[in-house]
Every structure is written in C-alpha cells, then in structure tokens.
C-alpha cells in the first residue's frame, strides 16, 4: 500500500461518508487537512530520494490489454498533488450555510483530479479526470449563479465542448497505446509506453501528427484559444468551490498530461515545424486575444474568468519552447496560477454573495469597511499581474527566459516573435487587473454598496492561498528542487 | 448431475405454475412469484455442480463450453431480476390484466429462461430455431400481457407480426445453408464453407437471410423499428426481460453462427465481416441519434437498448487476434454481462416510478433527487455506466470493442461509435441532471422497499467492481473454450 493510493482514496471516501450522512464540515475539513498533510509528507520523502518515480505501487485490473491501478509520483505530479490538496481544503473551509451537495462536488473533484495526477496508468489518469468533470458539470447545472435556463446552457455548452475535448484525447491515447504498445499484447501503463517509446521511437512525421491529436485534446481541456469559448462563462457561473476546484486544478490536467504523456513519448512531435507553428499561434490567441477581451469585461467575474483562460497561453509557451527551464517554468507557473486563480476566485464569490454584483460601475471604495480582504485580494491579483516575490512572477520568468534560446542577432525564430508578442501579454494583465482593484476597492464609497470582512476563521482559507504565492514567490526553488530532473 | 436437468426442470415448474393457478384460482400471487423465484434462485445454486456430460445420443446438438456456461448463468441471473421486478411492479400491473391476476408473469419466463439456456448450447441451426422460438413465442405472450392496456396490446401484436416475419426469414436462410453445404451443424457449416467447392453464391444468400432474421431478434438498424414501439409498450419487466434477456440470447446465436461462418478459409468471411461492420454502424448511430430526441425514459433505453446492440456487432465483426486474450465471442459475452446490471437498474427506476403513480417522462424524474436520493444515485450509476463513463463496467465494455475495432484498423466503424457514444453522454446526462433539478417540483417521498434496495445495491456494486477490476470476468471468460464439454 502506497501513501499515494491514500491521498487519492481519502477525499472520494469522505465524499461518500458525507452522502451517507456523516457530518459534512468536519469530515470533508478533516478529509482535506489530512490529505494536504499526507501530500507535504510525500513531498517532503520525495526530496530526499532520487529524481524518478517514487511510491510505485501497481495492482492489476486486466492482464490483457495490461491495466493496473498504478500510482506513483515525480516531483511534477507531486507539486500538482500539493496544489489539488491545497486548493481543495481552501475550497472546502470558505465554503458557508450550503447544502451538502457542495461538500461532496469539492471533495469528488479534487479526488477526481488526485487521482489523475498521481496514476501511472494511462487508463486511469484518463478516467480520474472524467470522474472529477461530472460534479463539475452538475454542479453548474444546478447550483450556478444564474437563472435555471441561462445555467443549463452554459452547463451543456462547456459539456459539449469538454466532452468533446475528452473523446479526441480518447482517440490520441488509444493511438498512443496501439502504436507504442509493442510485441504481443496492448498495454496502458506509463513507464511501459514510455520504455517502447525510446526503444523504437515512431517516424518524426507520426509523432507530429500524434502529438497534434494530443495537442487538440488536452488543448481544449486548458481552454487553448480557438476551443477556449466553453470557459469563461462557466467559471462566471460555477458555484465557488467549483471554479476555485476547476479552474485552479482540474484545468491543470490537461497542462500535465502533455508534460506527462505527449512530450516524453513524442519527443520530437512537438518540434515539427507545423505542429509548432501551430501551437504557437494557438497560444498567441490565448495570450493576446483573451487579453483583449479582459480588459473589456466589465464585471468582476468576467475579468477573473477570461484572465484565467489567458495565462494559460503563457503554460503552453513553456511547453512549446520544450526546454529544461521553460518546462519547469511551465510547472512553477500551473502551481502558482492554480492558487492565485483559487484565491481571486474565492474571494469574488464571497463578493457576490454579500454585494449581490460584481459589475464595476456599481463598486467602488469597498477598502474602507473591508481591509484585510482588501490586501489578500491584493495578493491574489498582484501575483496574477507577475510582481515579483510572488509565485507566478518567478514561473513567468522561467518560461519567457527558457522560451528565448538560442538567440542570433537579426534572426528571430518564430518562438522568437512569440515570446515577443506574448510580453505584451503581462502588460494587459497589469492594465486589466489594477483596473478592476481601483474600481472595486478604492475611490468614492457612494455607492451604496459596502462589504465587511470576514470573520477571522474565514480568513484562514484565503490567508493560506496568499502565504502559499508569497512563500513559493519568495522561495520558488523549493518547488523546483522537488521537481528535480523530472523533465 | 447434467445441466440438461436444470433445463427441463425449469420448464417444468413453470408448467407446475401454469396448471397450479389454473385449478387454485385463490391462490395469492406473492406465493407464485415467490416459487418461481425460489425454483430459479435454486438453479443458479446448482449451475456450477452440472458439469456431467450429457446422454451421448444428445451431443450431436448440445455442447457444454465455457461460453454456453455463462449464457446459462447470464439467463438464470436475468430471469431472477425480473421474476422480482414482476413482483415489485405487482400492484400497478394488475390493474392492466383481465382478471386481476398474473400468473403467467412467473411461469413464462421460467420457460423462457429455460428455451435461453438451450440455446446456449446448441450445436445446429435447428436446437436454435427450437429454442429461439421456445423464447420468442412465449415473449409474444408476455410483451401484450397488460391486456387492457392499449399500448401493450399494440405492441404485442408489433412484435407478434414482425417477430414471424423475421422467424419466417430465419427458417428460409436456414434451408439455403442447408441446400448450400449439406448440413445443420456449426462445426459442419464452417467446415464446407472452407471448402471452395461450396457454391459462394448460395451460403452468402442463406447466411443474409439468417443474419438478417437475428438482426430482427437483436434490434439491429435497419430492422429495429420495432423496439422502441414494442419496448414502451410492455409491462416494464418485460420490457427489461427483452432488453438484456432476449438481446442475449440472440448474441448467443450470432456468436456460434459467426463462428462458422467465419471459420479459418471461409469463402463468405470477407462480404460477412463487411456487413456486420456495416450493420453495427448503422445501428449505433440509429440508436443513439433519435436517443436524444426522446421525451419519454422508457423510450430513450429502447433507443439506447439499439445502440448497444451495435457496438455488440462491432465487437463480432473483430475476429480474433493474437493482441487480445478475449475472442469476439468473449468480449460480447462481457459486454453483456456489463449490460445486465446498468440496464435492469434502469427498468428497476422505472418501474419503481410507475408503481408510485409517476409517469415515464424525462419531466418525471425532476427532483427524484429528493424523492429518494438512494435511488436517484443507484440510476445515476447506471446512466453513467450505460454512457460509458470511466470507472463503471459500461466503459470496459465499450473500451474492449473500441481497442478491437482500433487494432483492426475498421476507422469508419470506430468513428460511427465514438459519436454515438459522444450522442449517449448527452441522452443520459439529460436524464440525470433532471434527477437532479430541484426547482418547480412538489417533493413527495418516493419509497422503496429494502428488497429493492438490496437488490439495487448489489447491481451498482456489481457496476462499479466490474468497472474498477474487471480481471476475473476476463479470465472466466479466457478460460480454455472446451474445459467442461463431453469427451
């Protein structure tokens, strides 16, 4: 038995012990503490050990085609099991006076995206983030923040949308497992795959086309500009615990699942010219297009959401430049964005719920009555704009300087140019971001409108994102250590 | 002991039943029920003790391989469930019969159960016509049992016209095979179609005419148009009886007259696999397109009944290959085993509802949620599986036939079932999400009596360890063809 198996089965077992009437505050807080215990545990173990797979355990559910309930973790998987862990008992605490259901969805999702971070078996990973979309799915159904028809449709669309996303990725990863499955029989395990894959790897021009597959369904898992649409409103909609869960975490998984699956068994895949052309256009839409369209939202909820769907532009940077620092840059900035976007998420439901509306026109001055969930706000956005000391800065700068090698004067590469274009990308952060701050928090109080700050327990989720961006801001080589040569 | 006792004896207490209600009209139904319950629950105990060989002047047509085992299993298990099922739904039903009574509820399928079991068995195409008919004749009975329902007299006499139609044409392609290769045995037929002196022309006409007179009996498109008709029409029970009970035996046929005639050096094979890949597809997307048109529950699993079917065919058009342990034969008798417990829970649902004075509608299932929420999360486990959601046995099932397809390189077919499978996440989620809205539902509590729950509680428990560790069915059905057929 691996500590892993523990941290996946322990939310999923809360989850059922709340349905079964166990008290839910307490068991889901206890479940989520525990876990984010277990995790710093593992963590802890795994820097002291050599780079690789640690806490390998495999049980076998099928000989043929080989399938095993295999966990093991890295120090990239290990530092998404620290975000799942610790977004989810935020998501969890700030939770106030909601039925159950709430309870259950957090724990299911961040189970759900436990489990897919910490298997080993492609069959596995695949069905965990399945597992963690239902609730999702639900839970803006029926618990958004809408009218009943407008959140079906907005429910149904990222459905569609997602669903879709997940039957491409279906159909890469069974190409995966057919063609690197090798000799007699088909197999869905990782490092398997992975050992195939260097032995006899693939013509160059299979792996592209492969990779593009992948490419296209974990995209639209992350919201990659042009399959982005599904996103914004339903991070607008979603319930909070549910787009704190999925926005922070559960995008994440298709960020990883390139990291873990595309880029070591298609290594050069991803370096064919077209498919990085492509890559590299795809992202600029995230970046500069989605840019755009923040700074014109002119509701609270909106910014949040359509900033979360562009700083995925800058992930997929890491990944298209494929080096050592970008890549782990890449990962510096999943964990970072995961958190900030956890907290801005967090604290602007609490917003609604006492407001009643986010739009900026109607806002103004809420400092006065609300300072301290004023300054973690402030945390949350200034590290979503990049100021330095706090987490996402430090991921920033890996991924720009990892994207902009091998310079020659007077020939710019298209990663190059990109790197270029997506510069301005931190500016419209800035421009969309302090906008939002100065309207809702400073000027002229005279709008009716005021909030008051939590009380201090429901402080507590909130402060322990923010530490979270400052110390890992401050300190980014703690994470990095534990990544190790994953890359 | 031989399993032939198990079969006539079976027979014979439902004639017993039959006579017994006859001569003691006072007798109360819950007794009857209660017998032919007892009698089958005690066939199931004693199926594993019966592997005696058989009286030798009857293995010319009976045969005892593991396949034949698990379809006797498969039935008796069915057969029980519905035997409940009838009891449950009791007092709704009666109001529909003439006199009140419902006698022949629990003695037909006891005679159908033991027609299924035989066929199972059989070894030439007249056993199968004997026992296909056995089962076929007695479900006319049973689909317009609710006499004074208009709906089930209608599609009683649906399914009566064109059940003789396609018997007719079954009988018809069996003469031709006959006149083709000079005999009624499977071994026999696929050793004189690997014989090029056979005449071509004939054995593919007289295989047609019988692959389409099983396409009658297994809903295949483009000979389903009855089912959805005929399935809303019947008492649930029956309906459920028919879905998983007369489905199975048909594939039980297909299987063995697949295998002859796609014996190594078939002179058909190539037109047979052809069609049945042309079959399959057609009937997984006329299942599931209208599926998602459909207002009425009962009407949306006959339409979703058809679908599965189709990937059923698929799986029988993928002939054996050295990269998988199970045969075609094997993975549809493991899709089917998978099939019984999502799709009985299904009718277990409805009926439940009609038997609390609800209607089968979609709009009916509002806020089952909170009517009964054990029984709203037992159907949501078995839509999610029917959906193929990772984690429950539906999606093993489907991923078999997809990886057989896939490792055959039948593209097209494999698309047609990616997007009916992409069709069905949307019809069942549809159900579920409206078990789930709350808003504009007056909640009366919806009972359910505990052996319902235990019986539904050991069907989602069988949904989900078949769908987390599904190697033991496997091996079961791995095990070497002849282990316990007559020396």
Redesign the interface.
């Known amino acids: 038995m691996s500590v892993l198996e523990i941290i996946i089965a322990l939310p999923l077992l809360a989850a059922l012990a709340v ?1 079964l009437g166990a008290p839910a505050r307490a068991a889901s807080l206890g479940a989520t503490f525990v876990n984010l215990a277990l995790v710093l545990y593992a963590s802890v173990q795994y820097a002291a050990k050599p780079a690789g797979l640690a806490f390998t355990n495999a049980r ?6 080989a399938i095993s ?1 295999a966990v093991g973790a890295d120090g990239v998987s290990l530092t998404l099991a620290l975000l799942t862990s610790l977004v989810m008992l935020a998501a969890v605490w700030q939770i106030e006076d909601r039925p159950n259901i709430f309870y259950i969805s957090s724990l299911l999702i961040g189970g759900g995206a436990m489990g897919a971070f910490l298997t080993t078996d492609v ?1 596995f990973i ?3 983030h ?2 963690a979309l ?1 609730p999702t ?2 839970m803006i ?2 618990h958004g923040r809408a009218d ?1 028809a407008q959140r ?1 449709a907005v ?1 149904w669309k990222a ?2 949308y997602l ?2 996303g997940s ?1 491409v990725l ?2 890469g990863l ?2 995966v ?2 063609e690197f ?1 090798g000799g ?3 197999t869905f395990d990782l490092e398997a795959l992975r050992n195939q894959a260097q032995l006899t790897p693939l013509p160059v021009a299979k792996q592209a086309q492969i990779f593009f597959v992948l490419l296209l369904g974990f995209g639209t898992l992350v919201s990659l500009f042009p399959f982005h649409s599904w996103a914004a409103p339903a991070y607008a909609t979603a319930p909070t615990p549910v787009a704190m869960l999925h926005s922070g975490v559960l995008k994440k998984f298709g960020l990883y699942g390139l990291i873990r699956i595309a880029l070591p068994l298609l290594p050069q895949g991803a370096q064919v010219e077209w498919v990085q052309n492509a890559l590299l256009l795809m992202l600029l839409g995230n970046i500069l297009v989605m840019g755009l369209v923040t700074i014109h939202a002119n509701r609270l909820d909106d910014t949040l959401a359509n900033s979360s769907v562009m700083h995925m532009g800058y992930i997929f940077l890491g990944l298209a430049a494929g080096t050592e620092i970008a890549l782990k840059g890449a990962v510096l900035l999943m964990f970072a964005h995961g958190v900030s976007i956890a907290l801005l998420f967090g604290l602007c439901g609490r917003m609604r719920n006492q407001l009643g509306t986010l739009e900026y026109n109607k806002l103004g001055g809420l400092a006065t009555h609300a300072p301290a969930f004023t300054v973690l706000f402030a945390f949350g956005a200034f590290a979503s704009i990049g100021l330095p000391g706090l987490a996402n800065f430090a991921g920033e700068v890996m991924v720009f300087a990892g994207s902009f090698t091998e310079f020659k004067a007077g020939e710019l590469s298209n990663l190059h140019w990109t790197v270029i274009l997506a510069l301005w990308g931190v500016v419209m952060s800035a421009v969309y971001m302090l906008r939002a701050y100065r309207n809702i928090f400073h000027g002229s109080a005279n709008t009716g409108l005021f909030m008051t700050d939590p009380v201090f327990s429901q402080r507590l989720p909130f402060i322990l994102l923010a530490a979270t961006l400052l110390v890992t801001g401050c300190c980014p080589w703690l994470l990095l250590n534990l990544m190790k040569s994953a890359l | 002991m031989s399993v032939f006792t198990i079969e006539a004896g079976l027979a014979l207490l439902g004639l017993v039943l039959l006579l017994v209600e006859a001569f003691k009209p006072d007798i109360s139904r819950r007794t009857l029920g209660l017998t032919a319950i007892a009698g089958t629950a005690f066939a199931l105990v004693l199926l594993p003790f019966c592997g005696a060989p058989l009286p030798s002047f009857m293995q010319p047509w009976h045969q005892l391989d593991t396949l034949a085992l698990f379809y006797k299993g498969f039935a008796i298990v069915i057969t029980l469930l519905v035997l409940w099922l009838t009891l449950e739904c009791a007092p709704y039903l009666t109001r529909f019969t003439v006199d009140g009574k419902l006698a022949e509820m629990f003695s037909l399928p006891l005679i159908v159960c033991s027609g299924m079991m035989w066929m199972a068995s059989a070894r030439d195409l007249v056993t199968v016509f004997v026992a296909l008919e056995l089962v076929t004749v007695s479900f006319y009975v049973l689909v317009a049992f609710a006499r004074k329902s208009a709906f089930s007299l209608e599609a009683g006499v649906k399914y009566l016209i064109l059940g003789a139609l396609s018997t007719g044409i079954l009988v018809y392609g069996i003469a031709w095979i006959y006149g083709a290769t000079g005999t009624m045995s499977f071994e026999g037929i696929g050793k004189a179609l690997a014989n090029p002196a056979t005449s071509k022309s004939t054995a593919l006409f007289g295989a047609a005419l019988i692959l389409c007179g099983l396409g009658f009996k297994v809903a295949a498109a483009p000979f389903h148009m009855w089912v959805p008709d005929v399935y809303q029409g019947a008492p649930t029970p029956v309906t459920a009886f028919l879905s998983v009970g007369s489905k199975a035996a048909g594939f039980v046929v297909l299987t063995r007259a697949l295998e002859a005639f796609l014996a190594t050096g078939s002179i058909i094979s190539t037109e047979v696999q052809a069609f049945l890949l042309v079959i399959g597809s057609l009937t997984v997307l006329l299942g599931s397109l209208p599926a998602m048109f459909q207002t009425s529950v009962k009407r949306l699993l006959a339409y979703s009944s058809i679908s599965h079917a189709g990937y059923l065919l698929l799986a029988l058009a993928c002939s054996e290959t ?4 199970l045969s075609s034969g094997g993975i549809v008798a493991f899709y089917l085993a998978t099939y019984l417990p999502m799709t009985v829970l299904g009718f277990l649902g409805l009926g439940l509802m009609r038997a609390n004075g609800l209607g089968e509608d979609i709009k009916d299932f509002t806020g089952l949620a909170k009517r009964n929420p054990t029984l709203a ?1 037992f159907m949501t486990i078995s839509f ?1 599986s029917l959906a193929g ?3 429950t046995a539906g ?2 099932g489907k ?1 078999f036939v ?2 057989g397809l ?2 055959h390189g039948y593209w097209g077919a494999l698309s047609c079932a ?1 997007i009916a ?2 069709a069905g ?2 019809y069942y ?1 549809k159900t ?2 409206a078990m ?4 504009g539902v007056e909640t009366t509590a919806l009972t359910l009596s505990t052996a319902s729950k235990a019986v539904a509680g050991v069907l989602v428990l069988i949904i989900l360890i078949l769908g ?4 033991p069915l ?1 091996k079961v059905l791995t095990a070497s063809p002849a282990v316990v057929s007559a020396k």
Do not use: C, H, M
């Open positions: 349905w076998v559910v099928l000989e043929n085609p309930f069959f695949y069905a965990f399945e597992l239902i799915f639900l159904a029926l009943a079906k429910a459905t569609i669903g879709a039957l279906l159909a069974a190409w497992v057919l499955s007699s029989k088909l | 050295a990269r998988f342990e999360l999610a959601l990772p984690l999606f093993i991923l997809f990886l896939a490792d990616v499978a992409a996440f949307y989620f579920i999400l789930y809205t709350t808003e987390v560790y599904p190697k496997q």
